[in-house]
C-alpha cells in the first residue's frame, strides 16, 4: 500500500474500500471480503446507514483495530457542536471502537463550523486521529481554515475522469490539505470503462480502464475510494501498485474532463433542502 502523508504526521491509505449505497443486509459480507482480500482502510458516513454492519466485519475479521483505518463522517442533519458530539458517539458506538482514525464533516452544509470546532475538540482528546471535510469547493475549505485553529487534514471529493478537480487539487496542496477523490469511476456513468483514451491507456499497461483510473488519481498525489460487492473486481481494483501512469498519461486523460460533476451541483436549491431533511434513523 502506498500513502499520503497528512499536515499531521499521520498517513492517508492510498485505496480505501468504501460502502456507499451497499445495501446494510449485504455490507458484512462486503467488508469482510474485501478486508479478505487485501484492503485495510474503509470508508463510511452516518447517511450509508451501515456503520453496524462495518463494524460487525471488522469483529469478525479479527484483524487488529489497529491495523485497520476507519473513516466516517458527520452527516448535514448531526451538525453544530452538540450535536456532532453525539452523533460521533453514535459512530463510534456503531462501528464497536472507541477511536476514529478520521472523522470528516460530510457536506459544508448546516453548522459546520460549530461541528468543526467539536471535531478540533475530539481530536485534542484523542478520539479521532484526524480531522477533515468533505465536499468543499475551495471557497467553503479557504473560509474554514482561516476561521479556525487546526487546518483540516483531509478534504474528500468527488474526483473522477469527467471532473478531475486540478484547481481545486492544487488550492488543497496549497493550504496542506490532503485531497481524497470519492466516486472514481462515476459509477460507470456513460460508458467510462469503455473510454477510448482510457481504453488506450489500460492497453498499453495491460490493466483494466478501471485499474488506470485508480493510477490516474494516486499519481496526482491523491488518494482514491473504490467500490465494489464482487470479490474479483475488488481483487482487480487493489491490484494497481504495480504500475504508474506518466505525466503524459496523465495529460491524455485530460479532455475527457466535463468540469463539473455528473451527480451533484452543491448550489442547487433541491440539493439544500434535500440535504437538510430531517432523517429518525441518523
Ligand atoms: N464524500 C462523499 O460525499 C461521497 C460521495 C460518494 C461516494 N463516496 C465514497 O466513495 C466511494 C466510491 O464511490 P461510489 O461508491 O460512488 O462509486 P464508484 O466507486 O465510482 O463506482 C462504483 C461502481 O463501479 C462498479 N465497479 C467497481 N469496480 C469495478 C471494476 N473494476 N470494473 C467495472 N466496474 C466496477 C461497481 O459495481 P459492482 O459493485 O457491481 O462491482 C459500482 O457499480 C463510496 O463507496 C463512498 O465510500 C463519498
Not at 499536515?7 to 485505496?15: D, F, I, V
Not at 474528500?156 to 472514481?184: C, D, L, N, R
Request: glycine share 4%; aromatic share 10%.
Amino acid at each position: 500500500m502506498e500513502y499520503i502523508k497528512l499536515n499531521n504526521g499521520e498517513k492517508l491509505p492510498a485505496l480505501s474500500f468504501g460502502v456507499y449505497e451497499i445495501e446494510k443486509d449485504e455490507t458484512t459480507e462486503a467488508v469482510l471480503k474485501a478486508l479478505n482480500v487485501g484492503y485495510r482502510s474503509i470508508d463510511n458516513a452516518q447517511v450509508y446507514y451501515n456503520e453496524k454492519e462495518v463494524g460487525d466485519a471488522v469483529k469478525q475479521s479479527e484483524i487488529p483495530r489497529e491495523d485497520i483505518f476507519l473513516t466516517s463522517k458527520n452527516w448535514v442533519t448531526n451538525a453544530g457542536y452538540d450535536k456532532t458530539i453525539k452523533a460521533f458517539n453514535k459512530t463510534l458506538e456503531n462501528l464497536q471502537t472507541d477511536y476514529l482514525d478520521l472523522f470528516l464533516i460530510h457536506q459544508p452544509f448546516g453548522d459546520y463550523y460549530g461541528s468543526y470546532r467539536a471535531l478540533q475538540d475530539l481530536q485534542k482528546e484523542g478520539k479521532i486521529i484526524s480531522i477533515g471535510v468533505s465536499n468543499f469547493n475551495p471557497d467553503r475549505l479557504v473560509d474554514l481554515i482561516l476561521n479556525n485553529d487546526i487546518v483540516p487534514q483531509v478534504n474528500q471529493v468527488e474526483t473522477t475522469p469527467y471532473f478531475q478537480q486540478f484547481e481545486a487539487s492544487e488550492i488543497m496542496k496549497e493550504y496542506g490539505v490532503a485531497h481524497q477523490a470519492w466516486g472514481p469511476f462515476s459509477e460507470g456513468m456513460d460508458n467510462i470503462f469503455e473510454n477510448p483514451i482510457l481504453l488506450k491507456i489500460s492497453e498499453k499497461y495491460s490493466k483494466s480502464t478501471a485499474q488506470v483510473i485508480l493510477r490516474w488519481i494516486i499519481d496526482r498525489n491523491i488518494a482514491g475510494i473504490c467500490r465494489s460487492v464482487k470479490e474479483e473486481r475488488m481483487k482487480q481494483n487493489l491490484d494497481i501498485f504495480d504500475f504508474k501512469l506518466s505525466k503524459e498519461d496523465i495529460e491524455e486523460i485530460k479532455p475527457i474532463d466535463r468540469g463539473e460533476s455528473p451527480f451533484v451541483d452543491y448550489t442547487d436549491l433541491e440539493t439544500v433542502i434535500e440535504f437538510n431533511e430531517e432523517d429518525e434513523e441518523l
